[in-house]
């Protein structure tokens, strides 16, 4: 069950004085989905940023220390400590209404130097705190909530006892990378640059990873990344059991995203999605704001459809997107891949705090196909131009959506944050005492991929 899940993570009473977020769990859909609208964060931006009208992200009024934090001793809390804090992420009663929407305007400058700061109060080094502000920029500049409200709620707490990356198996063709409790944005970031060059070498490399426990980030990021670079990318990441199979009220599948990456003649096509109805980051949001769920996206513990976020994480789980067993098989797919096949925990994967990830890269010309990039843009263009239903006026490809959003941000050179969520990474900010980590005066990666 989702409570039992979450309840194996070593976790700190609520501070009530410091009231921002807390979730480390991946949450469904990034820069394109398949679900519909309404199980998916696209939908809603997430991550803080607000575009005007939106309602505020109201986990950012609530949850402060749901995680250990950075400083946080490595010996498993008492059982009343985590009581404590279990009860104030699940507990069924209702909390007063958020305050009214409140955002500001940050220069992408400024917001890319306080979230390196932040990150590096975690312990990470340069080169670490580089790879973990592109992914959570990519996404936050995007709209979702894979950006850096993961700092704030201390999704990216550092492991004093991480050892060092290595790699477990290998072949011309594949690798497979022990992460050693390091940050997962990081360990797959080094078996994404592997499955590149190995595909570029030999036309193709696949590689995983197993031994991480925090979020991988948005998955389009790692797809796009390889994309670029004019190769096929397909990315699978496997998380704790939130999402419950097809015909079962218990929850055994993750959020079970999938990255893909297509180049084309006319930029690449990024597909990032889960394969559930719902985010789990969605349920703690609707709790906190004393809101329905979407009806149809969980179920309670004895297996009946709930619109109460309170009964779906009191025993019960959320659904796969479409609620039958094409969702369901697809998560399964993943877990597979994700899973065992790259040595990963294959039950209790909170407690176990040992996540799997699989990137595939694939160079087109493997195949003879030397015009691959112009062909298939010949294809999306044909996608792009299909005869249009009533009051649509333009089809969108997977990832133009967060494209525009992106583009937008960059071109006014501000974005919009939630302004609790930016309070709070200031705060975490100001902290630090080192010198700056700010390596670009503003955020201008066009993959979102580090350098």
Known sequence: MLKKALSAVAVKPIDAR???????????????????????????????MKPAGSAPSAVLRQLRTGLPTPSAATAPPSASTRRVATSALF???TPAPPAAPSDVSVAIGELTE???RAIKTYGYTDAETEILSDVMLYAQLRGNN??????????????????????????????????????????????????????KEHGFGICGTNNTFTSTGALGYYAEHVANQGLIALVFAQSPEFVAPAGAIEPIFGTNPIGVG???????????????????????????????????????????????????LDGGAIKTFDGGYKSSNLALIVELLAGPLVGAAIADKMSEKNWGNLVI????????QGEFEKRAASVTDRVKNAKKLPGVTEI?????RGNAFAAAAKKSGVINVEANLWRSLQELAATYTGPSVSAHASYNSTSGGAP
């Open 114 to 116: 306080t979230t390196r």
């Open 18 to 48: 410091a009231p921002t977020p807390a979730s480390s769990g991946r949450r469904a859909a990034t820069v394109a989905r398949a679900a519909p609208s309404s199980s998916s964060s696209s939908s809603s931006t997430g991550g803080g």
């Open 146 to 199: 894979q950006g850096i409200i993961k700092v704030t709620a201390k999704g990216i707490t550092r492991d004093p006892n991480a050892g060092p990356i290595s790699i477990e198996h290998e072949t011309l063709l594949s690798a497979c990378f022990n992460g050693s409790k390091n940050a997962g944005m990081v360990v797959l970031h080094k078996a994404m640059t592997t499955a590149i060059d190995k595909a």
């Open 91 to 93: 507990g069924k009663s």
């Open 396 to 400: 969108l490809l997977p990832g133009e």
């Open 361 to 368: 890269a694939v160079d087109p010309a493997l195949l003879g």
């Open 262 to 312: 297509i180049p084309t003649a006319n930029g690449p096509v990024v597909l990032d999605m889960a394969t559930s109805a719902y985010s789990f980051f969605g349920l703690l949001e609707a709790r906190t704001a004393g809101k329905k769920i979407p009806k149809g996206v969980a179920m309670d513990s004895k297996g009946n459809v709930t619109e109460d976020p309170n009964a779906a």
